[in-house]
């Protein structure tokens, strides 16, 4: 066991010198570095982006790549044995084949990546990322060295470790500029820790700190969980290998990986619970029945609205919004999930670890039944499809007609020419999220006059699309026909990973020293909190209202053969031009050649909260003493730091495809650096 020890220190450190040794070449000497002229799809061999040296070459959009430097393409390791020892004004050579079939060839002379500016730039950025994304998990994967060596043939203890190894591969660099031999070395440890990562969390969690009562009556549930995780991992390996050595995958293969994703993503729904109940409510059709204080006065402050439950009548104030509840309404419920260990090492440092999750179903969502009706004509195009102005079919489909469209003005006594009602909505209880998530926390208290403290969130959050609130989702389904696309996707405040680290220092060591000595240098406190987030959703909108429902925005659709993603680059300048990738969009009914669906083929495709905004970052420090004065008075003075180094914070693209800075980031999503020096009075 200590020989399989030692090759596991081996190889982790290994990597981690590796990773750290990229992150220092490419804070230092970036501009020693060529930059990729082109990105391309894996699985397809696609080109998908262009730097400008790519286009001046003669590579187009959509170009297959067939060929590198005259070798036949097989794979991204060919490019990394290519990219990765760039240099600038090196030549090379691509075949390629065009979207209309005809072949092509371009020599693309390769230019300088440009150093990422900021507050902090060159040696002390370098130095930045080290402490933040290098000391930490090295720290970790020390911590985790030292369990096993301590007890080798303790399973608890090697589960542990993978748990603590797995923070090097999330802040780590992947394949980073490896190439060859190097590269496979990187490749097979980076995949096999992503993945064996999270599933020691579910064995340690059963075994530890003894073997769960579950687990001895069904020692073959735990399994339900962990072989097909496996099975997907092992088609994962397969995409990866494909990516890399076989110039791409097969359309058969890429299915596989689909199902599998879900599949990965379908295992937290294997547990249920008993839906709360509520006493309270008598009936929903008219939730105060039997309650003496549903008119404090005794009488209805609302004369002029008639409501008559048993003939189901009522008046409204015109256009005024009506809500009800749907006869079939279901009170929400949430299932609540969670289980993981904490552990003690030594005498003040603690780890706990823990899977989090929240279920929750059925919802209430507001459903408009009274949305404005597109009207096609009789030889298809847009426009009133019957001449009968009383009816909602008698308009043209325009934004001063939207309330004359809503067809219940036209079927409940009243006229589409004089409409009532405007929007009328149901309340139904529909709808589902899911949040899941790897809590992991590191304490140190008091040692040395040290304590500190980290808290690390790996997570995943999931809902139905109109629980989402990110703007500009309106007029897109507001036709039942299309809800295939509405079933499930990210929630708008999905943060993949979340980090907050603090500490705080007493540096009381000169009780030796003169009076003046202590009384200027010990008392004093230093605290600092370090946080760093990852971006949340948003949603790429048209701009327009195609459908004139006169509620906001369309969505747009995919370009055929486009995969909409982020463009992160080394340069932050580059980054606030273009964010995302903004030709992966197109306008149905604007944009020639664009699908769509619904009515006309008018309606985008995509779902909402594809892409993320830039991540945050933030350091924050104190320092202070107290001082006695008399007895119990006591004077603090104090100095505060907001966002210590300054760091600059990037804030979220437009995205809206009619914008003239489509694509693009104007403004900061964050403060600068603030000061503060004062004092107060303690008595």
């Known amino acids: 066991m200590r020989l399989l020890l030692a090759l596991v220190v081996l190889a982790g450190l290994t990597y981690w010198a590796a990773d750290t040794y990229d992150r220092f070449e490419m804070g230092l000497h970036l501009d020693q570095h060529s930059r990729d002229p082109f990105k391309m799809d894996a699985d397809t061999r696609k080109i998908t982006s262009l730097q400008p040296e790519g286009e001046r070459a003669g590579l187009v959009k959509g170009a297959t790549i067939e060929s590198l430097n005259g070798a036949p393409y097989d794979g991204q390791a060919q490019w990394a044995a290519i990219s990765n020892p760039g ?21 693309i002379t390769l230019v300088a990546d440009e150093p990422q500016p900021g507050s902090l730039r060159g040696l002390g950025q370098t130095w930045q990322q080290f402490v933040l994304f290098g000391l930490l998990p090295l720290v970790c994967m020390l911590i985790g060295y030292w369990v096993v060596f301590a007890k080798p043939t303790e399973p608890k203890a090697w589960l542990l470790l993978m748990l603590l190894i797995f923070p090097e591969v999330v802040f780590g660099l992947g394949t980073g500029l490896a190439a060859g ?19 020691a969390l579910l064995p340690f969690a059963i075994y530890f700190p003894e073997r769960s009562r579950i687990d001895v009556r069904l020692p073959w549930l735990k399994w339900a969980v962990i072989g097909p995780a496996l099975l997907c991992a092992i088609v994962d390996f397969r995409q990866v290998y494909g990516q890399f050595y076989l110039a791409g995958n097969s359309s058969r293969l890429i299915h596989i990986v689909h199902w599998t994703d879900r599949i990965e993503n379908s295992l937290n729904l294997m547990c249920d619970a008993v839906r709360n109940s509520y006493s309270k409510v008598v009936s929903l059709t008219h939730p105060y029945t039997g309650d003496p204080t549903e008119f404090p006065t005794g009488t209805n402050p609302y004369p002029s609205l008639a409501f008559n439950s048993q003939a189901k009548s009522a008046t409204f104030l015109p256009f005024n919004q009506i809500v009800a509840f749907d006869p079939n309404y279901r009170w929400p419920y949430s299932i609540q ?47 009133a499809s019957c001449t009968d102005l009383t009816k909602a079919c008698g308009y043209a489909n325009t934004s001063a ?8 003005n036209s079927q409940f006594g009243a006229t589409a020419a004089i409409p009532l009602y405007s929007n009328v909505f149901i309340i139904r209880s529909n709808q589902n999220s899911n949040y899941n998530g790897l809590q992991v926390t590191l304490q140190q208290r008091l040692t040395h006059r040290v304590s500190a403290k980290g808290y690390y969130s790996w997570s995943k959050t999931l809902q139905s699309n109109t629980l989402d609130s990110t703007g500009g989702l309106n007029g897109t389904f507001v036709d039942a026909n299309y809800p295939q696309l509405e079933y499930r996707q990210r929630s708008d405040q999905d943060r993949r990973h979340m980090m907050t680290m603090s500490f705080v220092w007493k540096p009381d060591y000169f009780d030796h020293y003169n009076r003046l000595v202590r ?37 747009p659709s995919i370009v055929p053969g486009k995969t909409p993603h982020t463009l992160p680059q080394h340069s932050r300048i580059a980054e ?71 760091l600059v914070n990037l804030g979220g693209p437009s995205a809206s495809i009619n914008s003239s800075t489509y694509g693009q980031i104007t403004g900061s999503g964050g403060g600068q650096r603030i000061i503060q020096v004062g004092g107060r009075i303690l008595f």
Not at 182 to 199: A, E, H, M, N, T
Not at 401 to 408: G, K, S, Y
Request: net charge positive; charged share 15%; with cysteine.
């Open 87 to 107: 240099k600038p004004d090196k030549l090379v050579f691509v075949g390629f084949q065009r979207p209309d079939g005809s072949k092509g060839s371009a020599l």
């Open 181 to 199: 031999g190097w590269l496979v070395f990187r490749g097979i440890y980076w995949y096999s820790l992503q993945i064996l990562g999270p599933l």
């Open 337 to 383: 999930l969670n289980f993981g260990f904490q552990q003690q090492f030594g005498r003040g440092f603690a780890v706990s670890a823990y899977y989090v999750g929240s279920l929750n179903r059925k919802s209430p969502l507001y459903n408009d039944i009274n949305g404005p009706q597109f009207n096609i004509t009789a030889s298809g195009t847009s426009g």
């Open 401 to 408: 007609t939207v309330n004359n469209r809503r067809p219940l």
């Open 519 to 555: 009384t200027a240098l010990n008392g004093w406190t230093v605290t600092g909190i370090w946080t760093a987030n990852s971006g949340q959703p948003f949603t790429v909108t048209t701009g327009n209202d195609k459908y004139f429902s006169g509620v906001g925005n369309n969505r």
């Open 576 to 646: 606030m031009a273009q964010w995302f990738d903004t030709s992966a969009y197109c306008r149905p009914g604007a944009d020639p050649g664009c699908p769509g669906v619904g009515p006309l083929s008018l309606l985008g495709n995509t779902r909402p909260a594809q892409l993320d905004v830039p991540g945050y970052r933030n350091v924050d420090a104190s320092l202070f003493r107290s001082l006695d004065i008399h007895e119990s008075l006591k004077f603090q003075l104090r100095g505060e730091v907001s966002n210590v180094f300054n």
